[in-house]
């Protein structure tokens, strides 16, 4: 199947077909989301708690996030896939957004950046935008400041703070991006922006009315356990069987039940014979 781009996504959304997005760090995973079909792939600053171990997504550079989406693009050759722009990789001057979103797209081969922000900015969206890059946006629940706003709470949950939502929205949509993420809102409020724009909307915890879904992969399969987000369905539990694997592991190991003949390589015939005929002649000191 090939590639889908940025008119396939509106297409979709005018049909009413849902947008099918995940996020993958790593080159194994990117296969499986590639053979399994999804339409996107975000190489999302969350890898900062998922993979990296950090209690935000705040520290990761972006050299991290180059990497992780050159290997997500060689996992996943034939995906739409999204760069994350990291913190302080935009948010300090158009000039510096355009460079580093071009570093996606030139050093990883991306098909598109997300940055996070409303209203404020619009001014690096239009100016990436212009650069001939395409830009989705990400309003609601954004990680990247988080203490600013009191934590991993959900967003526009009041009357005022959902106008507010739905004029960051829209002024995204106005500023030239081709899609927006929706994170950690009621559903009446996914519904109105969702409605309210003709660009896709992508949700995150924000209800079942959006164009399309995305969770993290480490969430999904149930192999993040550090928390677990309202939002989330566990599709697997991989964290409890990777752990049974590895204390039977050990187990074995430590039994001598691993490894067995079948697990070993053998000499070529007639070569044991002869290390035995040299190793009687003594190992040279």
């Known amino acids: 199947m090939p590639k889908k781009t940025v008119l396939d996504f509106l297409e979709m959304k005018k049909r009413g077909e849902k947008i099918t997005y995940l996020t993958a760090y790593d080159f194994p995973t990117a296969q499986l989301c590639e053979k399994a079909g999804f339409d996107m792939l975000l190489v999302g600053d969350s890898a900062g708690m998922v ?108 009357a005022e703070t959902a106008m507010e939502l739905i004029k960051d929205a829209i002024a995204i949509e106005k500023a030239g991006a081709f899609a927006l993420l929706l994170e950690a809102v009621p559903p009446e409020v996914g519904k109105i922006i969702t409605e309210t724009l003709k660009i896709p909307v992508l949700g995150i915890g924000a209800g079942m009315y959006t164009d399309g879904q995305v969770l993290i992969v480490g969430d999904m399969l149930g192999y993040f356990e550090a928390f677990t987000p309202k939002f989330v369905k566990k599709y ?29 390589y053998r000499m070529i015939e007639g070569e044991h014979e002869k290390l035995e005929a040299l190793l009687k002649k003594g190992i040279p000191e």
């Open 236 to 264: 697997a539990n991989l964290a409890e069987i990777i752990e049974k694997a590895f204390r039977e592991y050990i187990e074995d190991v430590r039994t001598g039940r691993f490894p067995e003949e079948k697990h070993c």
């Open 51 to 158: 993979v990296h171990g950090y209690s935000g997504t705040v520290p990761m550079t972006m050299d991290q996030m180059v990497q992780h989406a050159q290997i997500v693009r060689r996992g996943a050759p034939n995906t739409f896939i999204i760069g994350d722009m990291p913190f302080l990789s935009y948010q300090t001057s158009v000039q510096d957004a355009i460079y580093n979103a071009g570093r996606f797209y030139k050093e990883a081969e991306v098909d598109a950046i997300k940055l996070e922000g409303g209203r404020r900015v619009v001014p690096q969206i239009e100016g990436i935008v212009n650069a001939g890059m395409s830009v989705m946006g990400h309003i609601g629940l954004t990680p990247q400041s988080s203490g600013q706003i009191g934590g991993f709470k959900a967003q526009g949950r009041t």
